[in-house]
């Protein structure tokens, strides 16, 4: 998995991305939130108290907890090999497969308001944070949209990719 996150940082790098890892390495900086149920650890006399993670609890334990004080806190815990490989697929795919079509609907809508003094908008530029400095802040455009079939496969390839990965 590291391996392959590290393939994908290259990959980003090289095609002028600095910004798509600046967004990245702050997503992975700031991990990943887990609530946990709080409760006084039963059994002992003094104040320890014991984190479960809410997704392990049973919906009866749970609530049974809360009515005998337990708290619900927010945690957060670094990413593993395969949640950050994961992220990184997740942002190409966006970056490739959602964001024209984002641009695309946003055309349709900008050019379907009627005003007779406006040039027709014909294309969208997505800029990154204004706080990134040099290279990293220039502007990506989409304009070079995939074509239809390119972008079938480029889906095949990202679903493949995340399957291999969840195994």
């Not at 994908?8 to 600095?18: E, V």
């Not at 919906?59 to 927010?74: E, I, N, P, Q």
Request: glycine share 4%; no cysteine; proline share 4%.
């Amino acid at each position: 998995m590291r391996e392959m996150e590290e393939q994908l940082r290259d990959l980003i790098r090289s095609a002028g991305l600095d910004w798509l890892l600046d967004e990245l390495d702050e997503a992975i900086a700031t991990g990943v939130a887990e609530e946990k149920l709080l409760q006084r650890r039963r059994g002992t006399s003094t104040e320890e108290y014991e984190a479960l993670a809410v997704a392990d609890v049973g919906t009866d334990t749970f609530h049974r907890s809360l009515k005998r004080g337990a708290s619900v806190v927010v945690t957060t815990r670094p990413m593993n090999a395969r949640e950050r490989t994961e992220l990184h697929l997740d942002a190409l795919r966006r970056l490739f497969l959602e964001l024209p079509e984002i641009e695309a609907e946003t055309l349709k809508i900008v050019n379907a308001e009627d005003d007779p003094h406006r040039a027709p908008v014909r294309s969208v530029r997505f800029i990154p944070d204004e706080e990134l400095t040099g290279r990293r802040d220039q502007p990506h455009e989409v304009a070079a949209r995939l074509p239809e079939d390119t972008r079938a496969h480029l889906q095949n390839l990202f679903r493949e990719a995340r399957e291999e990965i969840s195994r």
